[in-house]
């Protein structure tokens, strides 16, 4: 029986995304794919927002369905793109992500040390690609910049791509922060190649500084909220306390495939049996390990579980300059005597954060003038904003527990 493979998927970010070839749909209904299902978008942002309980799996479809309408945007201004590169193009984007772990960003180096989603996303691409005969070779070619033509990785992994074009729309819809509500559509109607690079028409100034300076209000209101940086904060420290403890010699309950990464110490190179236990992982291994661990014997351990899973979290102090050592010595000597320990350095947390919401150094957004000229965004003379939003902005947060 044949399987019709060119479905529509209704989408309320975007209305109707379809897919267009065949091995598209084949990728995502691979396992590896379908566990984005259970990997949040934004890890523990719902204790904020709670209608922040979108996946990766919403924001994969949607960055291919802006892949798909920028490569028809760029045929109709004559740029060449054969059947082939809109293809593995559109397979390139869904499977940017495929390499996250549980609550994604937070626990990335914790899991298997430094291992970066973006390299797992590539170790996962080529299984698949022996699976599916190599039609995924063109596609990791584009993800990793190695294909001829720049602008398919620009359109993946640049300062304007189709990632982050998706993922602002989405996540403003799912927070209801509508500071992030970026045109999409403007923007991708904006977008032309030159020299085989990405550019944007100069007109499209406008809708660019808007897009750059929402991307800032978005970190700073919703991805870098005191307590959605501290969560993510928290969550790092329960798993380092747990592999801590876990090779103290004390036996903790969790998944046998949690167990196994809180066991495991070297990842020089990832095994067969690292991968399959990897993809085997999700949000609701951590969630239920936490939910066991809240009544550990460890003070710590059990200290920190209960605070993200009753949603109970330590008070925060929010500064734009750092915290001297004599207020937070101060504040870890009050723990240690308030609850009769000697780990108070445990409940305390200094965290920095720093956002640079345009890098005029690292892939400048190019701008194409009438004359055929390309300019950087930042030497434009119509640029309003561009010059502030290339400078950082630092903000430090102090956490510590309610009862001190």
Same mark, same amino acid.
């Given at each position: ?67 798909? %309408? ?18 593995? $193009? ?41 699976e599916l005969g190599g039609e995924l070779s063109v596609a990791m070619e584009m993800f990793q910049g190695k294909y001829s033509r720049k602008f398919f990785n620009q359109l993946i992994s640049s300062q304007l791509d189709v990632d982050r074009l998706d993922y602002l729309k989405r996540d403003s819809f799912y927070t ?10 403007? =923007? ?24 750059? %300076? ?50 495991? %110490? ?27 661990? $809240? ?45 009769? =320990? ?8 200094? =965290? ?7 890098? %005029? ?44």
């Open positions: 029986m044949h399987t019709n493979k060119f479905k529509i998927i209704n989408d309320p970010v975007h209305g109707f995304i379809s897919i267009p070839h065949e091995i598209l749909f084949d990728v995502i209904e691979h396992p590896y794919f379908q566990r984005l299902r259970r990997i949040s978008q934004t890890g523990l942002l719902s204790l904020i927002f709670p209608g922040a309980t979108h996946t990766r799996f919403h924001h994969a479809l949607g960055a291919m369905h802006l892949m798909f %309408t920028a490569l028809e945007t760029l045929k109709m201004k004559g740029v060449q793109i054969s059947k082939d590169e809109e293809k593995s $193009a559109m397979l390139a984007i869904l499977l940017h992500d495929v390499g996250h772990g549980p609550f994604s960003h937070a626990l990335e180096n914790m899991l298997m040390d430094d291992w970066h989603h973006e390299k797992l996303s590539l170790l996962l691409m080529h299984k698949m690609n022996q209801g922060v509508s500071e992030g509500n970026v045109n999409a559509q403007r =923007i991708i109607s904006m977008m032309n190649v030159a020299d085989d690079e990405l550019v944007i028409d100069a007109k499209g100034i406008y809708s660019i500084e808007n897009f750059l %300076t929402a991307r800032m209000f978005m970190y700073w209101q919703v991805y870098y909220h005191k307590t959605a940086a501290l969560a993510e904060h928290l969550l790092v420290k329960i798993l380092k306390r747990a592999k801590e403890l876990t090779h103290l010699g004390v036996s903790l309950p969790a998944s046998d495939n949690l167990k196994y990464f809180l066991n495991k %110490t070297h990842f020089e190179s990832a095994s067969e049996e690292d991968v399959r236990r990897f993809t085997e992982l999700d949000d609701n291994d951590i969630i239920q390990a936490m939910k066991f661990w $809240a009544c550990h014997d460890d003070f710590v351990l059990s200290h920190l579980c209960q605070w993200v899973i009753e949603r109970r979290f330590p008070k925060t102090i929010i500064s734009s300059k750092p915290f001297t050592d004599e207020f937070v010595t101060a504040k870890i000597n009050a723990a240690n005597e308030k609850f009769s =320990i000697q780990s108070g350095a445990e409940l305390v947390d200094h =965290i920095s954060l720093s956002v640079l919401p345009y890098n %005029t150094e690292k892939q400048p957004i190019y701008l194409l003038q009438k004359d055929g000229r390309k300019i950087t965004l930042d030497r434009s003379e119509n640029q309003l904003l561009s010059t502030s939003i290339s400078q950082p902005t630092k903000r430090f947060i102090l956490a510590f527990p309610r009862e001190i």
